[in-house]
């Protein structure tokens, strides 16, 4: 079954520094998303990205973060110059149709710890 | 402004025991609503979708949700849970208008399974 590929799994980095957390969506999917999830708080959507172009974002998404699909089959997230608040698990996922029509596919995530 | 309210942080049932999880919701008009799964170590994955329709809609594993428009509640259940059942449920939310993609999650409700 295709599933969506995230690594690293885990990433520790010092405050200021910058990451890239690299996703491999489903093949055939046409959108792509960010979410990530604080320790024992809720998920929250960053980013939606479709056509090569960000759809929507969220207030959370900063100038701090971008994203970008280099190659046609990666999706990453860069963090510049992360910050303590900036640990969390974070998901993308990759849908074929959109919210709407099409289920939205998760990946395992990617733990981001910033000391 | 969009948001879900699921008002349990914690349930634990007897294997063999039904079960129902609660979600409340708040937006302008019926929304698309989702329940997701994620069990320790994994993304989240799709249990079932509410668009439109017979408002009581079956899932994958077993479970079923219903949507009440009176109660703004799309609660999850399932009439008799399994040991493998046990893991974090998320309901989540998105809107109908045209160029939003996000999805609003609860806080999720952690679900242990006894003997």
């Known amino acids: 079954e295709p599933e969506v590929t995230q690594t690293p799994s885990h990433q520790v980095t010092q405050m200021g520094q910058e990451v890239i957390l690299h996703c491999v969506p489903i093949s055939n999917h046409l959108y792509f998303y960010w979410y990530r999830q604080i320790l024992g708080q809720k998920v929250e959507f960053l980013v939606s990205f479709y056509n090569n172009e960000i759809s929507e974002k969220s207030e959370i998404f900063d100038d701090q973060f971008s994203v970008e699909r280099p190659d046609g089959s990666n999706f990453t997230l860069k963090i510049r110059s992360t910050k303590l608040e900036d640990s969390a698990m974070y998901f993308c996922?990759?849908?074929?149709?959109?919210?709407?029509?099409?289920?939205?596919?998760f990946g395992e995530g990617s733990r981001l710890t910033v000391l | 402004a969009q948001s879900v309210t699921q008002p349990d942080i914690h349930i634990t049932v007897s294997e063999g025991a039904s079960l129902e999880l609660r979600c409340n919701y708040s937006?302008?008009?019926?929304?698309?609503l989702f329940w997701y799964v994620q069990s320790p170590g994994q993304g989240l994955q799709l249990l079932l979708k509410y668009f439109s329709g017979d408002t009581l809609v079956q899932g994958i594993k077993g479970f079923e949700a219903e949507f009440k428009r009176s109660q703004s509640s799309f609660n999850l259940r399932k009439p008799s849970v399994h040991w493998s059942d046990a893991a974090e449920y998320f309901c989540?939310?998105?809107?109908?208008?045209?160029?939003?993609?996000?999805?609003?999650f609860g806080t999720g409700t952690r679900l242990t399974i006894i003997p």
């Open positions: 937006y302008g008009a019926t929304p698309y």
């Open positions: 989540a939310l998105a809107g109908t208008n045209f160029g939003n993609e996000k999805l609003t």
């Open positions: 996922a990759s849908s074929e149709a959109g919210r709407k029509n099409g289920e939205l596919f």
